[in-house]
């Protein structure tokens, strides 16, 4: 019983951190989009 509740807590830490890390590579992705983009003017708009 014990060996099946460790089997069942890897398997969920490896889910986790797995998450964990795509949710953290897309933010990073999305920051530094976001940083690139900021010095560029889009067509049609004015600079306030």
Known sequence: ?????????????RIRNRLQTLIMVGSAATTTIAALD???Q???????
Request: overall charge positive; glycine content about 8%; some cysteine.
């Open 38 to 40: 900021t010095g560029r």
């Open 1 to 13: 019983m014990a060996e099946q509740y460790e089997a069942d807590s890897r398997k969920y830490r």
């Open 42 to 48: 889009r067509p049609g708009r004015a600079c306030p």
